[in-house]
């Protein structure tokens, strides 16, 4: 099994900045892409950002130029540096990691408020 625990979320200004991260444990070694999904309240859990282990990545268009999806060779991290934020990226966030065999593994989320 992989377990998945996010951090970095918090509140903060129009056009200000955060780092999302989430650190994996367990059998890591299974993981073939990792990613970040949200879901903002009376919507949809939707994708955001995703990583292979080829280290391809693949961006949401209404996130594209502004969030950047990084991660450690190990997997043991993945990261989301979110830039120019706007209200509507509010939402809780969510780390998934697929995995070659079994089931995906979720984080428990991370809250992300972008207000004034």
């Known amino acids: 099994q992989v377990q998945l625990v996010e951090s970095g979320g918090g509140s903060v200004q129009p056009g200000g900045s955060l780092t999302l991260s989430c650190a994996a444990s367990?059998?890591?070694?299974?993981?073939?892409?990792m990613g970040w999904y949200r879901q903002a309240p009376g919507k949809q859990r939707e994708p955001v950002a995703s990583?292979?282990?080829?280290?391809?990545?693949n961006y949401a268009d209404s996130v594209k130029g502004r969030f950047t999806i990084s991660r450690d060779k190990s997997w043991s991290t993945v990261y989301l540096q979110m830039n120019s934020l706007k209200p509507e990226d509010t939402a809780l966030y969510y780390c998934?990691?697929?995995?070659?065999?079994?089931?995906?593994?979720w984080g428990q989320g991370t809250q992300v408020t972008v207000s004034s």
């Open positions: 367990g059998s890591t070694f299974s993981i073939s892409t």
């Open positions: 998934n990691a697929a995995r070659r065999l079994g089931l995906p593994a």
């Open positions: 990583i292979t282990d080829r280290g391809d990545t």
